[in-house]
């Protein structure tokens, strides 16, 4: 079993900040990607924020310049940091990682739950 746990998500004025927090969990025997999607109401999920195992990202056009995506790889832990935030924004963000299981012949995607974010005053 593998799981993401995300943690983070909650309201915040326009302007404000958060920090999400993923941590994936289980029979895993490496990670590649791991990142950030989120989807609003009405809307597709799309791409926020990956960063690759050996240090690389990518943001959508939308946040660049905001927020700012680390990770953790000993940990197998991502965050994403999310400054000067708008309503915009507001939508369920999901962790995401594609991992390479115990006993899997290839890689899959796995997502986590979900958080919250709202961007309000």
């Known amino acids: 079993q593998v799981q993401l746990v995300e943690s983070g998500g909650g309201l915040v004025q326009p302007g404000g900040s958060l920090r999400l927090s993923c941590a994936a969990s289980g029979s895993i025997v490496l990670i590649n990607d791991m990142g950030w999607y989120r989807q609003a109401p009405g809307k597709e999920r799309e791409l926020v924020a990956t960063?690759?195992?050996?240090?690389?990202?990518n943001y959508a056009d939308s946040v660049k310049g905001r927020f700012t995506i680390s990770r953790d790889n000993a940990k197998n832990t991502v965050s994403l940091q999310m400054n000067s935030l708008k309503p915009d924004d507001t939508a369920v963000y999901y962790c995401?990682?594609?991992?390479?299981?115990?006993?899997?012949?290839?890689?899959?995607?796995?997502w986590g739950q979900g958080t919250q974010v709202t961007v309000s005053s």
């Open positions: 995401y990682a594609n991992l390479l299981r115990f006993g899997d012949l290839r890689v899959r995607d796995y």
């Open positions: 960063v690759h195992s050996g240090g690389s990202t």
